[in-house]
């Protein structure tokens, strides 16, 4: 809402350098949904002076969205094209005025706009918790969603690291935040009751990147298998943000029902 709030604020000044341009620091799955939408927003907003809009995107690694791995690479530098992001890659944010943002190369490029998504992390609450972090702060759980070295707390969501099954940990994403919920909810209660706890076993992994205009792509495990992009894909996007995501509300049945461990993130959706 802060942004939105922002971006509508551009056209009331006076034109001057740098008024509709974006500096977007972090080409990973928030950086690259953030630029291709904010090209669109911007150019709305800016009306007659829409041809002054830029939107420029900035990534310390040598690709976009290095951590999406190949699969929907290809996908995505075609979306950027597009939709008339520029990407830079190699380059990261060195500095910020309130006239524009300096760069690892030292351009200084005007821009009243600057967004940084570089970086994820679990809450610092985490720390007050004994037991084994990952890098990202996130409690080292057990199948059960036990933090180990502290037995009487269970942690979920983006607080914890819990093994998907392959070796690999689990996502901060809603995919999975939303059964380490349900798992580790109905854990906690059945421990305190002297019941079985039940193991955490997430469904197949998917990833659906919104690419603005560009519509989405769409990809299937870990690895990201592209199954579909375009317009498909744009519509499976908005169904899961406006649908899949949110829990039922003001009904208590649906919500005891959703906290059921037993059901499938395709039963929820």
Request: glycine content about 10%; some cysteine; overall charge negative.
């Amino acid at each position: 809402m802060a942004l939105d709030a922002h971006l509508h604020r551009l056209s009331a000044g006076p034109a001057c350098a740098g008024q509709f341009t974006a500096v977007v620091a972090g080409a990973g799955f928030t950086g690259i949904e953030v630029s291709t939408e904010l090209k669109d927003r911007l150019q709305a907003i800016a009306g007659p002076l829409s041809h002054k809009v830029r939107v420029i995107l900035l990534e310390r690694a040598d690709t976009v969205g290095p951590e999406l791995g190949s699969g929907p690479c290809s996908a995505i530098c075609a979306a950027l094209n597009q939709v008339g992001v520029e990407a830079r890659l190699n380059t990261s944010l060195s500095a910020v005025t309130p006239t524009g943002a300096t760069l690892s190369d030292g351009t200084v490029i005007a821009a009243h706009t600057v967004i940084w998504t570089a970086g994820m992390a679990a809450s610092p609450l985490t720390r007050q918790i004994v037991g084994r972090h990952d890098p990202l702060g996130r409690l080292l759980v057990d199948p059960q969603l036990r933090v180990p070295e502290s037995p009487d707390v269970f942690a979920s969501g983006d607080a914890a690291a819990a093994d998907t099954g392959g070796g690999h940990p689990t996502l901060q994403s809603c995919q999975h935040a939303i059964p380490l919920g349900r798992i580790a909810g109905h854990n906690a209660a059945a421990d305190l009751l002297g019941h079985p706890a039940v193991p955490f076993s997430p469904e197949p992994y998917v990833t659906c990147l919104d690419l603005g205009s560009a519509g989405a792509v769409f990809t299937t495990g870990l690895d990201r298998e592209v199954r579909m992009t375009g317009a498909p894909a744009k519509g499976l996007k908005r169904s899961i943000n406006e649908r899949r995501i949110y829990p039922p509300l003001d009904d208590a049945k649906a919500i005891l029902n959703a906290g059921d461990p037993k059901r499938t993130w395709a039963e929820m959706a």
